[in-house]
């Protein structure tokens, strides 16, 4: 293995979107040092903190029809039905949904749950409440996606909070993405939220860490309760 396949392998990938920040805060720390050697160093403390907030690790994401996966890395902060925001136009019946929240310190690359055709991309401006809070899925700025494929038709959406104050997507209506696929960031600390189908029995708990693009949230062609714990454990 070559040096350069070595560094490669050892550092993780920093998303294109993070490269403005990180030059404004190291040209920050310069000059904050000319004057200051001790402004320096806590500079350089949150140069190295914007580059790993905008990481961006390779993920493997598991392919089998039916699963629904993690569009978050963070912690399940909400598990149950809620009717869906207007704006992705899914009805007005309570649908399954799965809340992960992302702080400061997840990273913040967004991932596609499933294969299928974007079929909306809805942005709402709003709050910037606590993402964690059940109502922030109402009030706060966010963008919803809909996914869909022969056989499934699910809600993505980006919430906003406290800190993050600006939601990117990558997608536009009517693009083909697969599960696993980069579609959006946010900055800095926010939500995601699935909704699934009716009927669906998510796979998770409340407080469970998750990964982006590998964690299965729900099994939509499961056999029983614990089916995907015996083929993905």
């Not at 569009?71 to 992705?88: F, Y």
């Not at 993402?131 to 038709?153: F, P, V, Y």
């Not at 959006?184 to 939500?191: A, E, V």
């Amino acid at each position: 293995m070559s040096l350069s396949d070595t560094i490669s392998k050892t550092f993780v990938p920093i998303h294109r979107e993070g490269y403005p920040f990180i030059a404004i805060a190291a040209v920050a720390t310069i000059i904050l040092g000319w004057f200051w050697s001790v402004l320096f160093w806590i500079g350089l403390i949150l140069t190295a903190w914007v580059v790993y907030f905008f990481r961006d690790p390779p993920r493997v994401t598991p392919v089998r029809d039916g699963l629904i996966v993690s569009p978050a890395d963070g912690t399940v902060c909400l598990i149950g039905p809620a009717v869906p925001p207007r704006e992705l136009d899914m009805g007005d019946k309570p649908l399954m949904r799965v809340c992960i929240f992302m702080n400061v310190f997840n990273c913040h690359v967004n991932r596609a749950p499933m294969t299928g055709r974007v079929t909306r991309v809805a942005y709402k401006a709003g709050k910037f409440l606590n993402a964690e809070l059940d109502k922030a899925s109402e009030d706060n700025e966010r963008n919803g996606l809909i996914i869909e494929n022969d056989e499934t038709r699910i809600g993505v959406v980006q919430i906003a909070g406290l800190v993050a104050r600006r939601i990117v997507c990558f997608v536009k209506e009517g693009e083909t993405i697969s599960a696993g696929d980069r579609f959006g960031l946010i900055r800095f600390g926010s939500r995601l939220d699935v909704y699934m189908p009716e009927g669906t029995k998510p796979q998770v708990a409340l407080g469970q860490t998750m990964i982006a693009g590998e964690s299965v949230i729900a099994d939509l062609k499961s056999t029983g309760d614990n089916d995907l714990v015996t083929r993905y454990s």
